[in-house]
């Protein structure tokens, strides 16, 4: 089907229109800017509140012997635990805070070192 | 590889079996403070029909909270058809749309404060296998620490007596899952600051504004520094196009968080929107 030849010219202007950025500049003066939502603010006190938790719980005395023990470099998981990312670190926060009940260090460290082998390894799949 | 993450599936399952109810031995060696015993009087027990124990048990902690609401108005709202239940995020939606605050609680020990407190606690627990799971939402109503008991208003039961242990189990399986409602402006004994703002959030998010409002200033009034409130008021207070409230309760955050750049932000936004 063919479009008569005025109606051509049109569609093809209003298309070219379209698809430069002009509309939206015409109406960019009246942008307000917006408010942040309260969901960011919640987000990020939640994942430092996460990161909170496993940093305290990395400097922990009882927790670092384990490692040692185990000829794991507290230091090295340390640095591993600073490049995950925020989902990563919140379930690990979750972990540690069910595995903490009870004050059960070998429990803890099984979680932790079963996170990070379990984070690692799906990585490099 | 996969082999790898069997075998850590696998340790994860034994270390699981291996420690059994690690929670009431704590809370049984060093109660937080509250007393021995303590049983949730008036409270009436919903009873229904098998599949529908979701709505039952959320009706009895609305109502516990001051909310006129029927189990079948809930029923409409939670039950999933076909699934012969209630999903966990149907219950809080539910809460939410009825405009009440759901606050998770975490723990045994949390889970008793707030009974102590005179809060009934909904809980989902596994009744059965976690390989053949049977899911169940009750009312924790009491406990009997000197007895190692827990009181339920579970099923067609009133203040049913379980051994400690066994709850910890059943509800272990269900990871722990659990909420006390409440109404905006109220807080939780036992909950933190981000537990309450993620309440507040929900209810924001679900356009209860009003009763938002009275969340966001409950937990102002407890942490009257909190980032998530003095935010979440200004941006409800902005939506009402209350532009000289937000810019003032933006003010408060900024100072108190001056590293905070959405606190900045939106006070610019609102500073302008006054201006206008």
Redesign the interface.
Same mark, same amino acid.
């Not at chain 1, 408010?35 to 603010?41: F, K, L, N, R």
């Not at chain 1, 009940?101 to 059960?104: N, V």
């Given at each position: 089907m063919q479009l008569p030849k005025p109606l051509r010219i049109y569609v093809a202007i209003f298309m070219a229109a379209i698809m430069t950025n002009l509309p939206y500049m015409a109406f960019a003066a009246e942008v $307000? %800017?917006?408010? +942040? %939502?309260? !969901?960011?603010? $919640?987000e @990020?006190? !939640?994942v430092s @509140?996460a990161r909170a938790k496993v940093e305290s719980f990395m400097k922990r005395e009882d927790f670092r012997a384990e490692l040692i023990k185990r000829g794991v470099n507290p230091e090295e998981v340390t640095s591993r635990m600073a490049s995950l990312n925020e989902q990563e670190l919140r379930q690990l926060a979750t972990q540690m805070?069910?595995a903490q009940?009870? /004050?059960?260090v070998t /429990?803890i460290l +099984? $979680?932790v070192v079963?996170v990070l082998? +379990?984070i690692f390894?799906?990585r490099?799949? | 590889m996969k082999k790898f993450l069997l075998a850590g599936w696998l340790t994860l399952q034994i270390a699981a079996c291996a420690s059994p109810a690690r929670q009431t031995e704590q809370l049984l060696s060093g109660p937080p403070g509250v007393p021995p015993a303590h049983v949730l009087t008036g409270i009436p027990l919903i009873k229904h029909e098998a599949g529908y124990c979701g709505p039952a048990a959320l009706t009895i902690a609305m109502q516990a909270a001051g909310k006129e609401v029927t189990a079948a108005d809930l029923a409409a709202q939670v039950i999933t058809p076909g699934g012969a239940g209630s999903l966990q995020m149907d219950m809080i939606s539910a809460v939410r749309r009825n405009g009440m605050m759901a606050v998770a609680v975490e723990n045994l020990n949390q889970l008793v404060e707030e009974v102590a407190s005179g809060r009934p606690v909904l809980v989902f627990q596994n009744l059965g296998l976690s390989w053949l799971p049977r899911w169940h939402y009750a009312d924790v109503v009491g406990y009997d620490l000197p007895r190692q008991e827990i009181i339920m208003h579970s099923g067609n039961e009133a203040y049913r007596r379980e051994p400690l242990r066994y709850f910890e189990r059943s509800w272990g399986l269900a990871d722990f899952w659990a909420l006390v409602i409440i109404k905006p402006g109220e807080v939780a004994q036992s909950a933190d600051e981000l537990a309450h703002l993620k309440a507040a959030l929900g209810l924001e998010q679900a356009k209860m504004l009003s009763e938002a409002a009275f969340a966001y200033d409950g937990i102002l009034r407890r942490w009257p520094e909190s980032l998530g409130a003095l935010v979440g008021r200004a941006n409800i207070a902005y939506q009402k196009t209350e532009y000289q409230t937000a810019v003032n309760l933006l003010r408060v955050a900024s100072k108190a968080h001056p590293d905070s750049i959405i606190a900045r932000h939106n006070l610019a936004v609102a500073e302008q929107a006054v201006l206008k």
């Open positions: $307000v %800017p917006a408010m +942040i %939502p309260t !969901s960011a603010v $919640v @990020q006190m !939640s @509140q805070d069910k009940y009870g /004050g059960d /429990g +099984i $979680v079963l082998l +379990i390894l799906a490099r799949i | -």
